[in-house]
């Protein structure tokens, strides 16, 4: 009779009695397949929970899973010893050093060859534990036990079968994605660590472009970039996306801006789905991956204008202050200076310099000197000498627009749609303490090269329409 409901003390010892039977069968296979296994399943579900669960925890018990986990001859045993390792892995942070101080991981590299995705989902998940906190050789593990190798070819098979799903509107199999979704997390993992064999991961980024262009954008009410789309993006970040290798893949002849595409409706749909709290750690890399696809785009591709026309204010946006709605461009603005989320606004601000050109006078014209100024400033880029010019006409090349009509070069919305709230007339001391003011600042844009034009209240008093007020004057009551 199964005491699986049992806690506390009771718990304990059932907890110590099972590793240590499993122990002693090491040595003397003295269970049958089927109480192995069975004692397996027990362990598993006393494991979920730490609480009077220490033997599976120590170096004899992981040790025991261990072998259990690679050395059976047992498939079903070796899956159920590996479940209950990934937990003990997950839960305490011990355990992986203790898995590394065994020397299994080639054994957890060679099981990654195997075509299932049990096998590859756990075998993956105990390798992504060793990456955290232990002493794992990973350059090792690339270079003689051919983890990069397998960790591609798995993602090829990936590919391969989620595409055939796309083309036939099937769904793929659950475990197929949560094994994905574990590779990608690894290849994220293992080329921020190893960053001298990021060359060794190239060749996985044709199959990681096939799979975010296959798998179906999550339905409305689902985080957009919940497993496998999250990873896979996470995935593209430390990949040499100026490789000629991968060209042809993030720039297809027949839909070259298919990617981008797919991407930049992820990154809408994202800043409707996503906190500000969130936006950092799960938005920001998006951010990145568009920036570097539209950075590495031939410059004969229509990829770069399709992502400057998605992500830069339109002339129907500019009869407004810019940054004010729900379009993306205005989200992307608005989250310049979003205090909540200061790496994804560091993100955007390079991304919208970037669509730019990275040249600060189209910058501006863009998104208007007030977006800009903050970017510039903090990067020692140079304000532009005189907004004045194109932008003060209304052209923005960068926008697609060919409109002339004069734009606010400070909040970038047309001239003639600007309105202003109704207040009663001022007074002519009022209007006088106005008018030093505005002389004061305009002479200090001038100075900085903000702005290239004629100081207007110096020419007023040139043409004689300014006149100082005597010192007794007094307004007209009536």
């Known amino acids: 009779m199964?005491?699986?409901?049992?806690?506390?003390?009771?718990?304990?010892?059932?907890?110590?009695?099972?590793?240590?039977?499993?122990?002693?069968d090491l040595k003397s296979q003295s269970l049958s397949p089927e109480e192995r296994d069975k004692a397996l399943e027990e362990l598993k579900v006393y494991g979920r929970d730490p609480r009077n669960a220490d033997p599976i925890f120590t170096k004899q018990g992981i040790e025991t899973l261990t072998k259990h986990a690679f050395d059976s001859s047992s498939e079903t045993t070796s899956r159920n010893a590996l479940r209950v390792l990934c937990n003990a892995m997950l839960l305490i942070p011990e355990?992986?050093?203790?898995?590394?101080?065994?020397?299994?991981?080639?054994?957890?590299?060679?099981?990654?060859?195997?075509?299932?995705?049990?096998?590859?989902?756990l075998a993956t998940r105990v390798i992504f534990f060793s990456t955290y906190g232990t002493t794992v050789d990973l350059a090792k593990l690339i270079d003689e036990h051919h983890l990069a190798e397998s960790m591609v070819a798995n993602l090829a098979r990936?590919?391969?079968?989620?595409?055939?799903?796309?083309?036939?509107?099937?769904?793929?199999?659950?475990?197929?994605?949560?094994?994905?979704?574990e590779t990608l997390r690894l290849l994220f993992n293992v080329t921020s660590k190893c960053p001298s064999k990021l060359d060794c991961f190239t060749a996985a980024v044709p199959h990681i472009v096939t799979l975010l262009l296959s798998l179906d954008i999550p339905p409305k009410g689902t985080p957009p970039l919940e497993s496998p789309l999250g990873p896979l993006v996470?995935?593209?970040?430390n990949l040499k996306l100026d490789s000629e290798q991968v060209r042809s893949c993030l720039y297809p002849k027949d839909a070259p801006s298919s990617l981008a595409e797919k991407l930049i409706t992820l990154l809408h749909l994202s800043l409707k789905a996503y906190s500000d709290q969130e936006l950092d750690a799960t938005v920001t890399p998006l951010a990145c991956i568009i920036s570097s696809i539209y950075e590495n785009a031939p410059a004969d591709?229509?990829?770069?204008?399709?992502?400057?026309?998605?992500?830069?204010?339109?002339?129907?946006?500019?009869?407004?202050?810019l940054g004010k709605g729900d379009t993306l461009p205005a989200r992307l603005l608005a989250n310049m200076t979003n205090p909540i989320a200061p790496e994804f606004a560091r993100a955007v601000s390079h991304l919208l310099f970037n669509v730019s050109d990275k040249d600060a006078n189209r910058f501006v014209e863009n998104i208007g000197y007030g977006y800009a100024s903050g970017f510039l400033f903090q990067n020692n880029i140079p304000v532009p000498e005189g907004l004045g010019?194109?932008?003060?006409?209304?052209?923005?090349?960068?926008?697609?627009?060919?409109?002339?009509?004069?734009?606010?070069?400070?909040?970038?919305?047309?001239?003639?749609t600007?309105?202003?709230?109704?207040?009663?007339?001022m007074t002519m001391e009022e209007k006088e303490r106005e008018a030093e003011r505005l002389f004061v600042l305009f002479e200090r844009a001038r100075k900085l090269g903000i702005v290239n034009v004629e100081n207007p209240v110096a020419k007023a008093v040139q043409e004689g329409r300014f006149e100082e007020l005597p010192d007794d004057y007094e307004e007209d009551s009536d």
Request: overall charge negative.
């Open 95 to 121: 355990t992986r050093q203790r898995f590394v101080d065994l020397g299994y991981e080639s054994k957890a590299c060679e099981k990654l060859k195997n075509d299932n995705w049990d096998d590859e989902f």
């Open 158 to 181: 990936h590919a391969s079968t989620i595409s055939e799903h796309a083309k036939n509107k099937t769904k793929p199999d659950p475990m197929e994605l949560m094994a994905l979704g």
């Open 418 to 425: 600007e309105t202003f709230p109704d207040m009663p007339e």
């Open 234 to 237: 996470n995935a593209l970040m």
């Open 301 to 321: 591709s229509p990829v770069r204008d399709f992502i400057r026309k998605s992500l830069l204010p339109s002339e129907e946006e500019r009869t407004k202050v």
């Open 2 to 24: 199964s005491s699986i409901g049992v806690s506390g003390p009771a718990k304990l010892q059932a907890v110590t009695t099972l590793v240590n039977k499993l122990t002693e």
């Open 389 to 416: 010019g194109d932008a003060e006409k209304g052209e923005s090349s960068q926008a697609g627009q060919s409109s002339r009509r004069a734009v606010n070069p400070i909040t970038g919305q047309f001239l003639d």
